[in-house]
């Protein structure tokens, strides 16, 4: 029998999980994929698992999974900020910090439960999460100077960045690679200083790819929201998540959508509610098939072609 550690490939995931396991050592399976590879609990074979930790993904995605681990005898922890479904597992395997505000992420639940003992690595995921503001305030209340949180920012962002593909075959690192190397590190400041390989590829793709996300062209935009569209290409594929959180940070009014095409004619859709009214985007997405997300950023995983006008009238008038 064994323990399993389910987790988002995302910073926040990430993050979370070498929260988690600085606190308590363990030798566990790992579980993960591309960021939005969310439904992931159905991967753990129950009749071998005894204890399964899930982080960063929607228990509503995941909740018939869940609740087969239970009926095993398994022992669920389930630390999340996504919508979960209307209700939660009522039994006594079953341990769960959920919290769906648009200002808290999976790692910073992390963090206040171990409290604070591995604070920074919480830093870096709220920065990662887009939370620019609470992780500004978190840093400053921890005493670190102006260079250290633009360095936590930084590494929070491009770890967000490798999360985003198709595939995983699309990231620069499997998300358990990346972890494993990550976790070596007790202070994610440490991991800075070492200029470690794996951190210096991250740098270095994500302001390659970057580049090329903001000379994108505009598909629509009106007084509430922007639209971007990228092709079918691998560099379009990885930058699409934060090329989404840098633009609604230049437009903190406006909602903002990456529409990227996907191989089969569909449109691979990242959505994010405008910084200055942080709700709403996973009511959007969930219009649509394969849409889901958290208040603030939401994403379509195939939106059909013949919808595509739809969504962008949509989302023109969700806030307007």
Known sequence: MEKFDVFNGDADGICALIQLRLADPAETVLITGAKRDVALAQRVPAVEATQVNILDVSLDKNREAVDNLLATGCQVFYVDHHFPGENLPDHHNFTALIDTQPTTCTSLLVDQHLRGRFHNWAIVAAFGDNLNAVAEGLALEAGLTAKQATDLKTLGVCINYNGYGATVADLHFHPAD??????????????????????????DGYKADMAGGLAAPVMAENASSIVVKLPDELWARRVSGVLGNELANRNPDKACGIVT???????????RAPLNNRTGADKLARQFPSGGGRKAAAGINALPTSRLNEFLNAIAEFWS
């Open 178 to 203: 990346l972890y494993r190397e990550f976790v070596k590190f007790a202070d994610p400041l440490e991991l800075i200083a070492s200029e470690q390989p794996a951190w210096q590829k991250l740098q």
């Open 261 to 271: 095409e996907n191989a089969d004619g569909s449109y691979l859709v990242s959505i």
